[in-house]
Protein backbone atom coordinates (compact mmCIF):
# COMPACT_ATOMS: atom_id res chain seq x y z
CA UNK A 1 0.00 0.00 0.00
CA UNK A 2 1.23 3.06 -1.20
CA UNK A 3 1.67 6.22 1.80
CA UNK A 4 -1.13 8.27 0.02
CA UNK A 5 -3.61 5.34 0.43
CA UNK A 6 -2.60 4.79 3.85
CA UNK A 7 -2.89 8.55 4.44
CA UNK A 8 -6.31 8.35 3.12
CA UNK A 9 -7.87 5.58 5.53
CA UNK A 10 -6.78 7.41 8.70
CA UNK A 11 -7.76 10.24 7.43
CA UNK A 12 -11.31 8.88 7.06
CA UNK A 13 -11.20 6.87 9.74
CA UNK A 14 -10.08 10.63 11.97
CA UNK A 15 -13.79 11.94 9.97
CA UNK A 16 -15.33 9.30 11.52
CA UNK A 17 -14.24 10.09 14.56
CA UNK A 18 -14.95 13.65 14.33
CA UNK A 19 -18.79 12.51 13.23
CA UNK A 20 -18.98 10.64 16.15
CA UNK A 21 -18.57 13.48 18.57
CA UNK A 22 -21.71 15.00 19.31
CA UNK A 23 -21.90 19.04 18.56
CA UNK A 24 -18.66 18.77 16.96
CA UNK A 25 -17.71 21.20 14.53
CA UNK A 26 -14.24 22.64 13.78
CA UNK A 27 -14.13 26.77 14.50
CA UNK A 28 -15.07 28.90 12.03
CA UNK A 29 -11.85 31.08 12.85
CA UNK A 30 -9.28 32.54 15.78
CA UNK A 31 -11.29 35.30 16.22
CA UNK A 32 -14.76 32.92 17.18
CA UNK A 33 -12.85 30.67 19.47
CA UNK A 34 -11.13 33.84 21.53
CA UNK A 35 -14.79 34.95 21.80
CA UNK A 36 -16.30 32.06 23.42
CA UNK A 37 -13.05 31.85 25.77
CA UNK A 38 -14.59 34.30 28.61
CA UNK A 39 -17.64 32.22 28.77
CA UNK A 40 -15.88 29.00 28.51
CA UNK A 41 -13.74 29.34 31.31
CA UNK A 42 -15.99 30.14 33.88
CA UNK A 43 -15.53 27.75 37.05
CA UNK A 44 -17.97 24.75 37.68
CA UNK A 45 -18.85 25.23 40.91
CA UNK A 46 -20.51 28.52 39.22
CA UNK A 47 -22.13 26.66 37.06
CA UNK A 48 -22.86 24.40 39.60
CA UNK A 49 -24.46 27.11 42.53
CA UNK A 50 -26.42 28.60 39.35
CA UNK A 51 -27.96 24.92 39.14
CA UNK A 52 -28.61 24.67 42.47
CA UNK A 53 -30.08 28.42 42.45
CA UNK A 54 -32.30 28.17 39.32
CA UNK A 55 -33.98 24.82 41.11
CA UNK A 56 -34.54 26.48 44.03
CA UNK A 57 -36.08 29.23 43.01
CA UNK A 58 -38.84 29.03 40.12
CA UNK A 59 -39.14 32.71 39.30
CA UNK A 60 -35.43 32.64 38.33
CA UNK A 61 -35.52 29.63 36.51
CA UNK A 62 -38.72 30.57 34.15
CA UNK A 63 -36.89 34.37 33.91
CA UNK A 64 -33.26 33.20 33.21
CA UNK A 65 -34.53 29.70 30.72
CA UNK A 66 -31.20 28.26 32.06
CA UNK A 67 -31.50 24.17 32.53
CA UNK A 68 -29.42 22.92 35.21
CA UNK A 69 -30.15 19.23 33.97
CA UNK A 70 -28.57 20.49 30.88
CA UNK A 71 -25.86 22.29 31.83
CA UNK A 72 -24.55 19.80 34.77
CA UNK A 73 -24.95 17.25 31.34
CA UNK A 74 -23.02 19.73 29.10
CA UNK A 75 -19.86 20.11 31.86
CA UNK A 76 -19.95 15.59 31.88
CA UNK A 77 -19.55 15.93 27.84
CA UNK A 78 -16.82 19.03 28.12
CA UNK A 79 -15.04 16.67 30.68
CA UNK A 80 -15.24 13.48 28.71
CA UNK A 81 -14.71 15.18 25.45
CA UNK A 82 -11.60 17.46 26.54
CA UNK A 83 -9.75 14.08 27.38
CA UNK A 84 -10.55 12.57 23.73
CA UNK A 85 -8.67 16.44 22.48
CA UNK A 86 -6.02 15.92 24.79
CA UNK A 87 -5.35 12.23 23.33
CA UNK A 88 -5.32 13.31 19.63
CA UNK A 89 -3.20 16.10 20.83
CA UNK A 90 -0.73 13.65 22.12
CA UNK A 91 -0.74 11.75 18.60
CA UNK A 92 -0.57 15.18 16.79
CA UNK A 93 2.82 15.57 18.44
CA UNK A 94 3.84 12.07 18.23
CA UNK A 95 2.86 12.27 14.37
CA UNK A 96 4.80 15.37 14.15
CA UNK A 97 8.32 13.79 16.05
CA UNK A 98 8.01 10.94 13.42
CA UNK A 99 7.54 13.26 10.26
CA UNK A 100 10.89 15.31 11.77
CA UNK A 101 12.54 12.64 12.56
CA UNK A 102 12.08 10.84 9.27
CA UNK A 103 12.81 14.38 7.88
CA UNK A 104 16.16 14.73 9.50
CA UNK A 105 17.52 11.22 8.39
CA UNK A 106 16.46 12.07 5.41
CA UNK A 107 18.48 15.53 5.13
CA UNK A 108 21.58 13.94 7.32
CA UNK A 109 21.73 11.36 4.78
CA UNK A 110 21.75 13.86 1.74
CA UNK A 111 24.10 16.31 3.36
CA UNK A 112 26.80 13.31 3.90
CA UNK A 113 26.03 12.18 0.30
CA UNK A 114 27.28 15.88 -0.55
CA UNK A 115 30.04 16.15 1.30
CA UNK A 116 31.16 12.68 -0.24
CA UNK A 117 30.53 13.64 -3.77
CA UNK A 118 32.68 17.15 -3.50
CA UNK A 119 35.39 15.28 -1.84
CA UNK A 120 34.84 12.27 -5.17
CA UNK A 121 35.39 15.76 -7.28
CA UNK A 122 38.39 17.02 -5.38
CA UNK A 123 40.01 13.52 -5.86
CA UNK A 124 39.32 13.71 -9.69
CA UNK A 125 36.40 11.47 -10.19
CA UNK A 126 33.60 13.96 -11.61
CA UNK A 127 30.40 13.40 -9.75
CA UNK A 128 27.44 15.09 -11.37
CA UNK A 129 24.49 17.48 -10.06
CA UNK A 130 27.15 18.87 -7.26
CA UNK A 131 26.56 22.46 -8.25
CA UNK A 132 22.68 21.48 -8.46
CA UNK A 133 23.03 19.49 -4.96
CA UNK A 134 25.06 22.82 -3.61
CA UNK A 135 22.07 25.70 -5.30
CA UNK A 136 19.22 23.46 -4.12
CA UNK A 137 20.55 23.81 -0.25
CA UNK A 138 20.54 27.56 0.08
CA UNK A 139 17.57 29.51 0.50
CA UNK A 140 15.42 30.57 -1.73
CA UNK A 141 15.45 34.98 -1.58
CA UNK A 142 11.63 36.13 -1.73
CA UNK A 143 10.78 38.89 -3.78
CA UNK A 144 8.35 41.53 -3.01
Not at 24 to 42: C, G, H, I
Request: charged fraction near 30%; hydrophobic fraction near 40%.
Amino acid sequence: MDHQTRVNGILAKLRKIASDIPGYRAPVSATEMRALVRNSTVPREFVEETAVAVEATPRLHDASGFDSDDARDGEAWADAYDNVANEMEIIARGIRYAVALRRANIGRHALRTLALAKALNREGVVVPHVELMQQALRPKRRRG
